[in-house]
RNA sequence: GGCGAAGUGGCCGAGUGGCUAGGCAGAGGUCUGCAAAACCUCGUACAGCGGUUCGAGUCCGCUCUUCGCCUCCA
């Protein structure tokens, strides 16, 4: 088998992954601000640094894995202009801004619940790690990597040469020039970025600190927490391609210069949804929330769709582009309820060289598209089997479960339990539903018999209009109740 | 202006020196009472112009176009 190689952004290339700890990976990635409900782009990015966990899992590693929430916000810009973005909406909403963080905390995990990303084993919150930010800024200010400045506390990053390796952005000279960094009176350098925020008369959320009344600043909270749970030196680090500059740059800076060790080994950067080739975002307004999908999608199919491409492509939206998903993935199911209801026969699959595809591009840089393609390749060619009129043995068709269980199931999760598919097939109506077509798929049996095919074309016909669709298949007749 | 990514058949979307990606849609066929499903076959795609090479969608150069970041953002 081969092994695993993983993009890292700190050197622009595939490297073979080890973890520092053999058997062990620490992975910390970028979570949510918690203002609003959670839009594709979120699921995206979740999607993919789920499908990384489970693949990392699945070779054998223990994984931790720390995804934050952000549930202090932070102001609208870098440069003390704006507003606290989470304070703003509980004024929109006329809350307070705690019950704005938790009530889309509780929105983002439904959300992620139902698309299938299992929990982070720790999902610490910004607002409940405030003492360990604190000591790093501490520990920033005695080393003489920050100064405080008027009740807030910036980073020199002067006083930290890599600044700016990781998104290629060095000269901090050019960065002025003709960027939109504004001048501040109050910071040594206008690249210095802020670690302590001072409370303005107004602003609710605020916590005492030996630099006054204030709130921490964005990037510090990833570091404290991160170097909290998982040590001063992590695997993997994952976020979104936006926040490389000037986010995770920060993140490095704080982290190295108050450690003077290595933060993070593995950079992994996910790419953006786009609408029409334009960046989908909260800024813009161009999103669609998860919630508003569901009502028109399954949520594996929203998985699917996004698995279908590489996590660091973009991938446009678009409601045809989701709806051609589903049909693929209905294919999918549907080979698997197929292979779970076929009779014992005597042919044979080469499962193994399928799963050896599937291992392969997986280890590739989590090549999901190509992953998803050869699970394809082996529907087209167990269908094929099972048409044969010598069927697959119960051991080939064993191993073919195991494998769709594995691959599609445990790692992609786009394959339903079989609980699931017999639901789907059964439809809202459950076991009176599938008793009741028994018995209209037996008089329709016995007319075909008579080859009354008016009498059965009609029985057809008339479910379809009701929605359920009906096969013949050599073995006998299926129903399935298809998805308005 | 700086840093970075990308332009693939009707659509979505992998690949990255020679070997079919895959899905959706479409055409023909097998099967079927018919249909659906499934399976088989088909489209001869890589922005443009040069170059390197026995051979380039894949490497190099230039041009055009698009996008991301440089402010909060997955």
Redesign the pocket.
Known sequence: MSSLHIYNSLS?NKELFEPIVPGVVSMYV????VYGHA?L??A??YVSFDVVVRWLRHLGYKVRYVQNI?DVG??????DEGED?IQKQARVEMVDPMEIAQSYTRSYFEDMDRLGVLRPNIAPTATGHIPEQIEIIERLVGKGHAYESNGNVYFSVGSFPSYGRL???T?QA??Q?????EQRSEKRSPSDFALWKRAEPGHIMKWPSPWGVGYPG?HVECSAMAMKYLGETIDIHG?????????HECEIAQAEAATGKPFVRFWMH?????VD???????LGN?VTLKELFRSFDPMVIRFFIL???YR????F?H??I???Q??LE?LH??MRRLLDAKPGSGTLNVSSFVRKTEEALN?DF?T??A??VI??F???L??A??RQEGISTEAAGEAIAYLEEFAGKVLGIMKSREELAASEAGDGGETLAEVMSVLLELRKEA?TRKD?AM??TI?DLLLAKGI??????EGSTWSKKKG
Do not use: Y
Not at 177 to 181: D, F, K, P, Q
Not at 270 to 274: P, S, W, Y
């Open positions: 622009r970028c979570g949510p601000t839009h782009g979120h995206k990015s952000t932070h102001l609208t810009d870098d440069a973005k998104s290629g952005r000269d050019s960065l020039a003709g960027g939109r960094v964005w976020g979104g391609m936006e926040n490389k500059f000037p986010h996910n790419n953006m949804v786009t080739g334009v960046k989908m975002g909260k800024s999103f279908q491409s590489h492509s973009p991938l446009d678009s045809s582009a709806s051609a998903s049909s693929g294919k549907d080979t590739d090549n598209p190509v998803i393609s394809f390749e529907s087209k060619s269908n094929g099972m048409d075909r095919f059965s074309d057809r669709e009906l096969k013949d298949t050599r």
